[in-house]
C-alpha cells in the first residue's frame, strides 16, 4: 500500500530560522511527488512537482528536493506569511486513470515574528 | 479568472437528511477531482470525473455516496443518509487536460453531521 509520513507534524521557527520539512514515501513506482500549501479554511495551493530523484525546484524562499525514498522542503530565513500547513503527495504510477493523489497528513509551520 | 468555486462554504445537517455540495470548475477545465479530508487526516482521493462521465470512483464509498458532473452546471457530490462519521472537509479540485500536475483546488465544503 502506498504511504506518505511528513515529519515534524509542527514545527514552530522565529523569523529568520531556516529548516527543512521532510516526506517519507512508499510507492511500489512514482509518477510524480507534488507539495502543495494550505491556509487555513483554505483549499491546498499547489507549489512544486518533482519527477525523479535529484531534482530540485525552487520559488521564493522554499526549495523542493526529491530522493527515491524522500522529499525535503527547504524553508530558507522564513516570514509569518509562511506559517501555514505543507502538504506532501505522491502520484503512483499504479494510480490508474484518475492518478489520483495520495496525501501525508501535513506538517503545520508556524513561523514567529 | 474566478478559481474552482465551491459552495456551501458550511453546511450542517442531521443525521439521516442529504447533503449536496457543488463544485464549479475553473474555466475552460473539463476534468473535476473529488478529495475528502478528516479530522487529523490527510486528504483522500474520492472520485475523477468528466463531463457527463465517471472516470474513476475508486475512492467513494458503496453506498450512500454519489457524484456527477452535468454537461451543464456544476459537478455535484451527494451524500444520502449522512451519519456522523461523514462530517469533514470535502475538496474539489478541477484541471485543463486530465490527470496530471499541480490541479487547482478550491477551498472546500465544511460539512457537520449533527
Known amino acids: 500500500e502506498d504511504q506518505v509520513t511528513q515529519s515534524p507534524e509542527a514545527l514552530r521557527l522565529q523569523e529568520g530560522e531556516s529548516s527543512s520539512l521532510n516526506c517519507s514515501y512508499t510507492?511500489?513506482?512514482?509518477?510524480?511527488l507534488f507539495w502543495y500549501r494550505q491556509d487555513p479554511g483554505k483549499g491546498p495551493e499547489f507549489l512544486f512537482t518533482?519527477?525523479?530523484a535529484g531534482e530540485e525546484k525552487e520559488k521564493e524562499r522554499l526549495k523542493a528536493t526529491l530522493t527515491k525514498k524522500e522529499s525535503f522542503l527547504h524553508i530558507t530565513a522564513p516570514k509569518p506569511e509562511d506559517s501555514a500547513t505543507y502538504l506532501c503527495?505522491?502520484?503512483?504510477?499504479?494510480?490508474?486513470?484518475?492518478?489520483?493523489?495520495?496525501f501525508g497528513s501535513g506538517t503545520q509551520l508556524t513561523v514567529l515574528p | 479568472n474566478a478559481g474552482v468555486m465551491q459552495n456551501p462554504r458550511h453546511l450542517v445537517r442531521r443525521r439521516g437528511q442529504e447533503a449536496r455540495l457543488r463544485c464549479s470548475p475553473m474555466?475552460?477545465?473539463?476534468?473535476v477531482y473529488w478529495y475528502r479530508q478528516l479530522p487529523e487526516e490527510g486528504l483522500k482521493f474520492m472520485v475523477y470525473?468528466?463531463?457527463?462521465?465517471?472516470?474513476?470512483e475508486s475512492g467513494m464509498p458503496k453506498e450512500r455516496f454519489s457524484a456527477e458532473f452535468p454537461k451543464e452546471g456544476p459537478s455535484i457530490l451527494r451524500i444520502q443518509q449522512v451519519v456522523r462519521g461523514d462530517s469533514a472537509a470535502y475538496f474539489c479540485?478541477?484541471?485543463?487536460?486530465?490527470?496530471?500536475?499541480?490541479?487547482?483546488f478550491g477551498s472546500g465544503t465544511r460539512l457537520t453531521v449533527v
Open positions: 470525473l468528466q463531463k457527463e462521465n465517471i472516470i474513476d
Open positions: 474555466k475552460g477545465h473539463s476534468h
Open positions: 510507492v511500489s513506482g512514482l509518477r510524480g
Open positions: 503527495a505522491v502520484q503512483p504510477i499504479s494510480s490508474g486513470s484518475a492518478r489520483q493523489l495520495t
Open positions: 518533482l519527477y525523479s
Open positions: 479540485a478541477s484541471s485543463p487536460t486530465g490527470p496530471g500536475d499541480g490541479y487547482t
